[in-house]
């Protein structure tokens, strides 16, 4: 026998099978779930792709992942198996006409026709339901309260107090429904404590009014600062060109944004390290370098209030920077679940909010795009040609990427909205590389030119032509909207995307396999020995 057959023994016939039994188990069910139309966007759903991810990581032998993803997936775990049975036996106990409030996080809404008479119902995330002194928390419920059609909806994810007579309490599916008798849910008002960065905002807001006409407030602030004024017609009509566009989460803040923002201060953490320290350096210079990018990244998050899809990309590229550090490797698509489930754990239902569903939809294919897209193949060649080379590479990413990201959104747009914009994938493909690499590091400049200057009169030199610079910046980015606006109406479809769950789960299945397919064939193509 050689060494290698003794280093590396054959498994016997049985033990691949029982190393893979969890995770054949767990996507057996998932898919015969989805098969029969019972695989829902809900809590159960999310638990049992869990389940998938931690059979998959137990049969690969990576115990410690397997062993993190399971505590992630404790909570979800917990309102299944004791949150969830405890409160149906508490409320069986109770007669009709019991009194009964409930708190929690409004996540969705909609009306309900109950013996003639029309229902709000709602979906309650983390409520807490006080119940003859005692208080259960869980990770959803559903309510039903009689309301008439035309009164207004509630706040979407912002918390809500209602009390009411109890009607019925039942399981429908995996989820608790309450329904109550003349509730009066009203708005959940905290008052937060310490010091509010809305001053300084307001601060920065001025300063940049002093520089800036309308239109280029309309775009600069809601990009860096995430203000909005629409009190103004130019701000309405900016924001109308980019609606019509389908680009309206460009001017936001949202996770595009500050991934922009890493990349952005990646490369300039890589060009001052190249300057200042020739040679070898400081041996810990690019770990210190990581690390007060992961601070600036997060203090920006925190002034500009901490909105939640910024939270969501700032973790992702934190984990993303610590995987790096430590050395460790782990695929990127490994580091995107557990961002999610870091996100998920103290709070599941933020499952339910279409700005997490399409966050992270859209990093799982910009991930998969970037894995067989727009690479350089062979030796590089150098000067000039090299330049060319990696030019049209970027461009074969950009391409790949905004296809395939526009792929995996349309159906859940389309379904959510009534229409889809033909010219999207032009936005997309055209706006976002040079939001990159022009208008987001000059309007970083300009906000970090008056973040320098508080506490002086405008019109600091430095401040002053910083916003110089993005001025003449936003009236080419605004020109290049209007060019785009001007093609007309007639490429956005107006349709409601009315597919049934098994509709969406061939559809998405279908887009899986052909990910699969490809990334095969590149592995193929790539062998052993010689460069991809």
Excluded at 53 to 73: E, S, T, V
């Amino acid at each position: 026998m050689s060494d290698a057959a003794r280093r590396y023994p054959r498994w016997p016939g049985w033990r691949p099978v029982l190393r893979h039994l969890p995770f054949l188990l767990a996507l057996g069910w998932l898919l015969w779930r989805g098969a029969r139309g019972e695989l829902r966007l809900e809590l159960a759903s999310l638990l049992l792709a869990g389940a998938v991810a931690a059979g998959w990581l137990l049969a690969h032998r990576l115990w410690p992942q397997a062993l993190l993803f399971a505590l992630l997936l404790l909570p979800l775990a917990h309102h299944f198996g004791v949150a969830l049975p405890r409160a149906e036996r508490a409320l069986a106990r109770l007669e009709p006409g019991h009194w009964l409030r409930v708190e929690g996080t409004v996540r969705e809404q909609q009306w309900v026709q109950f013996q003639g008479r029309p229902y709000r119902r709602v979906l309650l995330g983390e409520p807490g339901i006080e119940v003859e002194g005692r208080r259960l928390v869980l990770a959803e419920v559903e309510l039903e309260f009689p309301s008439p059609a035309w009164s207004p909806r509630l706040p979407y994810r912002e918390g809500v107090r209602a009390g009411g007579w109890l009607v019925a309490a039942q399981r429908v599916g995996s989820r608790l429904r309450l329904r109550l008798s003349e509730a009066r849910p009203h708005a959940r008002v905290e008052l937060a404590g310490g010091p509010s960065p809305e001053a300084l905002r307001a601060a920065l807001r001025d300063r940049a009014a002093y520089y800036l006409d309308r239109a280029g407030q309309a775009v600069y602030l809601p990009l860096v600062l995430g203000v909005r004024e629409r009190g103004y017609a130019e701000t309405r009509e900016v924001e109308g060109m980019f609606r019509r566009l389908g680009v309206s989460h460009l001017l936001a803040i949202s996770g595009l944004h500050v991934g922009l923002l890493f990349v952005i201060l990646l490369v300039v953490q890589r060009r001052a390290l190249a300057l200042l320290l020739r040679g070898q350096g400081w041996v810990h210079a690019q770990e210190a370098g990581r690390l007060a990018i992961l601070l600036l990244v997060w203090g920006y998050i925190a002034l500009i209030g901490l909105p939640l899809p910024a939270v969501r990309a700032g973790v992702m590229g934190t984990l993303l920077v610590l995987n790096e550090l430590g050395g460790t490797r782990s695929p990127p698509l490994y580091v995107l679940g557990l961002a999610g489930l870091v996100m998920l754990a103290p709070a599941p239902s933020q499952f339910y909010d279409l700005s997490f569903q399409l966050s992270f939809l859209a990093f799982f294919f910009l991930l998969q795009a970037l894995a067989f897209g727009g690479r350089v193949r062979g030796v590089e060649p150098a000067g000039w040609r090299g330049r060319l080379v990696r030019g049209w590479a970027l461009m074969r990413a950009n391409l790949t990427v905004t296809a395939w990201v526009t792929l995996g959104l349309w159906p859940v747009v389309a379904a959510t909205f009534g229409d889809f914009s033909l010219l999207v994938f032009a936005g997309n493909l055209i706006l976002v590389p040079l939001m990159g690499a022009v208008l987001l590091p000059v309007a970083l400049l300009a906000f970090g030119s008056s973040l320098a200057a508080l506490g002086e009169p405008p019109g600091v030199w430095l401040e002053r032509l910083a916003y110089g610079a993005l001025e003449g910046v936003l009236w080419g980015w605004l020109w290049l909207i209007r060019m785009l606006a001007a093609l007309g109406s007639d490429l956005v479809l107006k349709f409601r995307l009315e597919w049934p769950p098994e509709a969406f789960f061939a559809y998405y299945a279908a887009l899986l396999l052909v990910l699969l397919l490809l990334h095969l064939r590149r592995s193929r193509s790539a062998p052993q020995g010689r460069f991809p």
